[in-house]
């Protein structure tokens, strides 16, 4: 008899779960959350989207004088000039708490080197995981004018 209690009790009690599953409506008119899903995986895209990282008045490097081998796959590679020509400008990224900075390594009659650098907390702390690409800008010794433009990075702690 105890187990028929024990079993009876089981059967209510799978009965009353079964019922709060179930994804029917309860009452008149109202409809639950919708969950839709896609066969198809999404893949996030291969480079950041920037709308015009250019600004008004500044004027693109082409990306024929541009070399950025040395950079990382994903990092922006938009390099510009403002002014006379004088004034680079390039979008670096930085993230969680780490700040960008650029620095101008080298520049000479052919060529202007610019590294991209991230500078990061030496201690370990707790950081968030965004990133955010600022535009940076640097003054030459003279205008670009028809020089290379070679893009590196590097990575330091603080």
């Avoid at 955010?132 to 990575?155: H, I, M, N």
Wanted: aromatic share 2%; charged share 20%.
């Amino acid at each position: 008899m105890r187990s028929l209690g024990t079993a009876l009790g089981a059967g209510v009690l799978l009965v009353v779960l079964a019922a709060c599953a179930t994804s029917t409506p309860v009452g008149p008119g109202d409809s639950g959350p919708t969950l839709t899903t896609s066969a198809e995986p999404t893949s996030p895209s291969p480079e950041p989207e920037f709308e015009s990282p250019v600004p008004p008045g500044g004027k693109e490097v082409p990306k024929g004088r541009l070399d950025a081998t040395n950079v990382p796959e994903g990092t922006p590679t938009t390099v510009w000039t403002e002014g006379d020509g004088a004034t680079l400008g390039v979008i670096a990224q930085e993230g969680g708490c780490g700040k960008a900075s650029v620095e101008i390594a080298e520049q000479n009659a052919q060529v202007v080197k610019v590294v991209l650098v991230e500078t990061t907390p030496a201690d370990e702390q707790v950081c968030t995981m965004d990133i955010r690409y600022p535009p940076l800008t640097a003054k030459l010794d003279a205008p670009l004018g028809d020089r290379q433009v070679v893009l590196t990075t590097r990575q330091d702690k603080k």
